[in-house]
């Protein structure tokens, strides 16, 4: 089959171009390189892989059969979409809306790749599907969080009234190799401050939680779910939730660092908790993470050490 792979030059999006090349499947890659990059898809080296550099906020056309789509560009890191607030809106509006469209004229299955941060600063801990959220639409962060939200909703709009095969993923924190060091998420700061022997910095008092997801757990969900007939959003995440403060000391113990933590004002409606109920992901998909986050975070920091 040939899948369309959006964003697939960013942390998440190679990885995915990794699988389905894996699974034997062939590959257009798409990216902009906002905040992908090639050193993510330059070690690929197959016939079956095609790498486009596009932004998909514009229209493309292709001659040639889609089967899969699997939309994950979108800025996605705090510091990328606080910096890019109107090319974050624009590609979960228009972005995803090329992409629904593409599908609906290729009669492709589509995948969009929604987020956690849909449910907002959650009043339920854990976040099932069926939570609407708690969200500030004219916050820092509602650019990010409504473009998604609005995600969905266009994606159901096109299931519904266009009859296109459609799929919601919703990402819980995920971490590997690949992440950006300075992209300003939880995982990249901690691992390279305490490599650099550096103060680790823990906004508020560390007490808000966390749940990580190791990335090749969260890739194999992915697939999962678009070769499944459900249609409705699913949480793909770790549901094992620790404190960030607790998170830091782990790092610190990982990477056998002097680094001690220093603390700083918590950013504006920052989520107190975040944790996953995958109860529809094990009954649907049979799917449940498999990497522990020692191992994971043992991998991780070896990539970012190198």
Known sequence: ??????????????????????????????????????????????????YLKHDVTKPIYFGDKIDYIFHLASPASPIDYLELP????????LGTYNMLGLAKEQGARFLLASTSET???PLVNPQPETYWGNVNP???RGVYDEAKRYAEAITMAYHSYHDVNTRIV????????????????????????????EDITVYGDGSQTRSF????????????????DFVEPVNIGNPDEMSVLEFAEKVIEITDSDSRVVFEELPVDDPKVRRPD??????????????GLGEGLEK???????
Request: aromatic fraction near 8%; hydrophobic fraction near 40%; charge should be positive.
């Open 119 to 121: 449910y907002g600063d």
């Open 138 to 140: 004219i916050g820092p």
């Open 86 to 93: 109107i090319q974050t809106l624009k590609v979960g509006a």
């Open 300 to 306: 991780t920091v070896e990539y970012f050490s190198k």
């Open 1 to 50: 089959m040939k899948c369309l792979v959006t964003g697939g030059a960013g942390f998440l999006g190679s990885h995915l171009c990794d699988l389905l090349l894996k699974n034997g499947h062939d590959v257009i890659c798409i990216d902009n390189l906002v905040t992908g990059s090639v050193r993510n898809i330059e070690h690929v080296e197959s016939d079956r892989f095609t």
């Open 213 to 228: 997801c190791y990335v090749s757990d969260l890739i194999d969900g992915i697939y999962k779910l678009m070769m499944s």
């Open 170 to 197: 919703r990402i819980f924190n995920t971490y590997g190799p690949r992440m950006r060091a300075g992209d300003g998420r939880v995982v990249p700061n901690f691992i390279n401050q305490a490599l650099k022997g």
């Open 278 to 291: 995958i109860s529809r992901a094990k009954d649907v998909l049979g799917w449940e993470p498999k990497v």
